[in-house]
């Protein structure tokens, strides 16, 4: 069991929610307050998880769900080892944008559409290689076809953007299961409304988490 000291906390949500737009406006504040933390993102966050991420995102990329599952989990190892585990020992706060509650999300919900040993495998590779989970995690909740009209005013769409809105659908479903397994973990932040508004709602979910004044 690895000690850390910093907080790590998670944004989730489906397609054009406002994560990073929300973990921009986090980051300000945390900077204000003095707090030290590092702002790092999955699939990605350390130079291999990079090279990983650029294939699972990449529309020419054919591969089965068990190949992008398992190349999920290698990013996330690496990330975890290399960039989250360091910032936490010496006590800075990781701000991550996606972690493991994508993965039941987009794999075990959008792709498998919630079959249990789908889900079986994954709740496995996170128990046999990631430690630790988020403190807190912040589900951005909007719905879907909000958060693809938002996306959409962007260019070009990966290999994820290209699914259909009943992927999406049940992206969004799996999300909400999770918040409701994981109420001590997961807080649910109405992403409606203005990004001052949104960003208001997430510094008060997170002052009231960590006590800060
Ligand atoms: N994936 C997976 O399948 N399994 C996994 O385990 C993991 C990931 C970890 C890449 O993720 C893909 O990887 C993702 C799931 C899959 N694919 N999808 N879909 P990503 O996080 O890099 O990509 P994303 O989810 O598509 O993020 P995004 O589209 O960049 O959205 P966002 O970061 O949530 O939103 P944003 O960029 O802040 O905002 C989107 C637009 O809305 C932008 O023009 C903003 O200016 C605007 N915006 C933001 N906030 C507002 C408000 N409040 N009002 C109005 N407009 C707003």
Redesign the pocket.
Known sequence: MTTTVGRFISFE??????????IEGLCQRLQAAGIDYVRT???GGSPFAERLRAI??DPATDINDDTELLL?FAARADHLQQVILPALQRGAWVIC???TD??IA??GYGRADGDQRVLAKIDSLIAQFISPLPELTLW?DLPVLEGMA??G??SKA?R??QQATAFFTRVHHGFSMLAMQHPERIERID?N???DE?GGRIWQTVQARFNLG
């Open positions: 949500g489906t397609e054009g929610v406002g994560k990073t737009t929300a993102r999955e699939p699972l995102l999920l944008d996606r972690f994508s993965t987009y794999q951005l938002r996306a005013k962007r990966d994820f953007e992403a409304g203005s990004s949104v």
